[in-house]
């Protein structure tokens, strides 16, 4: 096991009907932003929740921050911050609505020149405006972490950021949020969440079996539930059993004392930005073609996944290894996601290249959990995923 | 799943030679009180890993806390660090020294009458002196928590303890202490940590299927490990994960949204302040008659443990429950655990009565996950265990 440290004050606030303790947790003297996004929480009835749980609390209202939380966007947030001496945040959304708050409680205290260097600078934010969540959709993790992920439209960049100072005060998870959430995003959120938790793990043995076995806990119960939510998503035991999985799979925890991956999100979001594909599934695209291409190094991993999670018995640890990509992409496939960049645009040709270049711009010369990938070695992986 | 709340803001800095990062965390203008046991840290070498990491900060020491740390003796810290205006304190030892240390922390601020009144009023406390932790002794996770138990030697009491001001600062987790400790007492650790994850998952089923999962991954783990430190405790793979899961078993995660029963502990405290039984040998002892005894209650998650975690698949769930209960019990007597009371005292006659009636005396009429257990009831399961 790697030496590590860990840290997250985050308060959870979790179960049924746990939106009305809202004003709980806000200072009562907190000026408040309400920050949201395209205005689905007005159709199934969380901004009236949010609403009567702030009675009594001074706030107003920014809606319309976009999936792939958009710096120009976050821009006009801020400067009501500033035009209205906010002192608190308040999320309500899913990843990108909190991702995008995470960088507006990094820059209402940002004291450099522009706050796109929180974005380009590389340093973690120490310390930011303080800011809660209530959760809409689980998917990302950002709830109970401190990192986020903002969009440049114009350059067509996905950039991260984070630090000790971005973790929510608090978050709110009510799984009753699940009956008004989309198929489409319901199938996102599974595949997000299990990436997450397949980044943390599919590596090389690092002798840390307990983080091995909550790995695994995270992605079998996320197996379990799957099927359950997506044909009734009113199913109270499994949609509390998925949100609180997906908090788990990125709050830090497993993620402690063993090598991470994280490329097949480095190269997701490219697609992303290329072609606006949704997150979860540039994850689906790209990992079964880098576990393949990465297979020597990662084939004890993909083994003991085959025979833990997938009950793979037969065969040498090569089959085994073999069979859990297959079973992953099925998985991905079963719930309707295709796992080709082909079956999503037409243009594909040369996005390899693409992607490959834009790395080496970025000196982003060592991915993967051994920083050995290079631009030639994402350029195939893309290519793979054709 | 039930709804729950969890914050747990403690920063665990863990790994090989972590100790040296000491003075990082603790304000430079403190004034620290260190606090020890019985004097093992100066033979095993932790004494002067921490005096070396200390220097430049103002401290002085208070030594001497015994095992089930002793009202008593505590007094005496807590008058030393009222006459020396000590600001922080630092806990160098295992669970009794760290549970003495939160008692300081809640005492040194406390306003009332007397100190004993923390112990008897029952009321959490929101605010102590910070403090932070070398863990020597894996075992009680009281490194990660907010909770304590102290002993009163007069009255023979052993009394819990805890709120949310008492959460560790931080703490330092060195698997390498491990090597010098004493192999009753990694047996006794080990006892502790799988009885505390026990205690928060054999009751019955309630939806939370990924609690369930991490508490077997604590449990699987402990398993996998156990042998492997008490033949060699250098083993640093084998003591980096015992010393996680003992943290785990116990830092509030896998209790949140599932009934607990915490009556093996209640019964078993008393065993320790009748008859100085080590703690978790008293767990041992209780724990297999209290399965028994309540076995239509518990069957269903006796039985999931059957199989997951001892690969019971045969039989019914009946005979998988009965199983689970035998293969615990050898588990503990296979370390070296006797798990009958006749084999630690002659004098066990009327134990049960007694203990009985303390617990009517205290009014502790609803004991277990249903709160349905009477002193009678605890009588039987204590007579059930000489």
Known sequence: MNNFEFKNPTKIIFGKDTIAKLADEIPSDAKVLVLYGGGSIKKNGIYDQVKSALKGIEYIEFGGIPANPEYSVLLDALKVIKDNAITYLLAVGGGSVIDGTKFLSAAALYEGDTPWDILTGGKPTLKGMPFGVVLTMPA???????????????????????????FPVFSILDP????????????????????????????????????????????????????????????YDAASNYMWSCTMALNGLIQKGVPTDWAVHAMGHELTALYGIDHARTLAIIAP??????????????????????????????????????????????????????????????????????????????????????????????????
């Open 140 to 166: 990302t993790g950002s709830e109970m972490n401190s990192g986020a992920v903002i969009t440049n439209k114009e350059t067509k960049e996905k950039l991260g950021m984070g630090g000790a100072g971005l």
């Open 176 to 235: 009753q949020v699940i009956t008004s959430i989309p198929q489409r995003q319901l199938v996102n959120g599974i595949t997000d969440a299990f990436t997450h938790v397949l980044e943390q793990y599919m590596t090389y043995p690092a002798g840390a079996l307990l983080q091995d076995r909550f790995a695994e806990s995270i992605m079998q119960t996320l197996l379990e539930v799957a099927p359950k939510i997506l044909k009734d998503a009113s199913d």
């Open 289 to 386: 073609s880098h576990y393949q291409y990465n297979f020597e190094a990662k084939k004890e991993k993909l083994a003991q996944y085959a025979e833990r999670i997938w009950n793979v018995t037969e065969g040498t640890l090569e089959d085994k290894a073999y069979a859990a990509i297959e079973k992953t992409e099925h998985f991905f496939n079963q719930m309707g996601i295709e796992t080709k960049l082909s079956k999503y645009t037409d243009t594909y040709e040369g996005t390899a290249e693409i992607i490959a270049k834009r790395f080496t711009d970025r000196g982003w010369l060592g991915l993967g959990e051994h920083k050995s990938l290079k631009p030639a070695d994402v350029e195939s992986i893309v290519r793979m995923a054709y």
